[in-house]
């Protein structure tokens, strides 16, 4: 079957990879990655591809009403895949204002000309919303978050994506726009930008630069590998029920200390460095504000429903991960050097 289909945030980390896994699968599909390329984006992600005769790459901002209706109309999109967002939870505690733009009134303003586009014939269209399992707040207990947990985002990030995801709801309610979403938990891999935990920890370990442990490294994080995720959004986009939501995790929970550690281990061997080397660099640092203690999902129904679960273990996908870094250290110092370095100077000075 032909589709049109516009992926959002497709020069990211995870929109990198849906963009390259739809692609190579499907090239009877045409994909159209609109892209903002913000500071997060970068089209070096997508090098492979960039020439396949299936990918359109259009720079423009999902907060730009015409920009989106005329890129949704021109190609004939009958699906969409919305990944764009701000996603870094430490810059939504300094600029919140920029995530409620982004996620908030961008997110609105495609469902808008989703609407306006599709509302002669909704039939067969769909309205796929990235989400992540932040939405549900903190978990204090041995819980885990279910479909139907009530959300309580306790960050700027996390109330920005609350809020999309609602919008999200009530455009499928009030104007029976066809729609699913999905929450995710922490994803890894390779692309991934370093003000992020691990690649941030690699890049700092193949330096050999202190290890910046929020507060006492006891917050857990539940980890998916990035390929795993795109995966389970080709399975949502394809066999997900039309107004269903469903939770993606890896059944993969680390506190962070424990985690840093595996990777220093890791490190020591991969740089021929004497055990227990790299783990000097550790520094404890002053905690994120209001840091969330512990996500975990429970992704019982992605894979009762749909026959999704991940296709590899931590192990296998953290040194698949640090091996990509290692090889690709110019995608790395490409990144790494000037805004890079003003925002690290700020961030890691105040702590
Ligand atoms: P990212 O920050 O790596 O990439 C975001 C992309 O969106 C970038 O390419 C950026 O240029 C683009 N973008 C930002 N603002 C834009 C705008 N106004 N218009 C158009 N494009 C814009 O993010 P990511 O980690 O790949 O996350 C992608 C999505 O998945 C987000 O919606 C995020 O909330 C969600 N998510 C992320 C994780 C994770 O662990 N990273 C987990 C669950 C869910
Ligand atoms: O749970 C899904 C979410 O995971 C996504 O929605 C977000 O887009 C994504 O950024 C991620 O959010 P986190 O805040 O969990 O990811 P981050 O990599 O920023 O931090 C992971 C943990 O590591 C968190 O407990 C904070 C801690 N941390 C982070 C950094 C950058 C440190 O201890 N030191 C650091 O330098």
Known sequence: MQRNLLITGGAGFIGSHVVRRFVNKY???RIINLDALT???????LRDIENAPNYTFVKADICDAEAVAKVIKEHGID???HLAAESHVDRSITDPLSFVRTNVFGTVTLLNAAKE???????GKRFYHVSTDEVYGSLHDD???LETTPYDPQSPYSASKAASDHFVRAYGNTYKLPFVVSNCSNNYGSHHFPEKLIPLMINNLRNSKPLPVYGK???VRDWLWVEDHASAIDTIFHNGKNGETYNIGGHNEWKNIDLVHLLCSIMDKKLGRAAGESAKLITYVTDRAGHDLRYAIDAGKIERELGWK???TFEVGLERTV????????WLEHLTTGAYQQYYKEHYAQR
């Open 79 to 81: 699906g969409i895949i």
């Open 310 to 312: 991940p296709s590899i």
């Open 143 to 145: 819980s885990l978050f």
């Open 27 to 29: 090239p009877q599909y």
């Open 217 to 219: 490294g006891e917050n």
């Open 117 to 123: 586009a599709w509302k002669s014939a909704m039939e």
């Open 39 to 45: 500071y997060a984006g970068n089209l070096e992600n």
């Open 323 to 330: 091996d990509w870094y290692l090889a690709n250290t110019e």
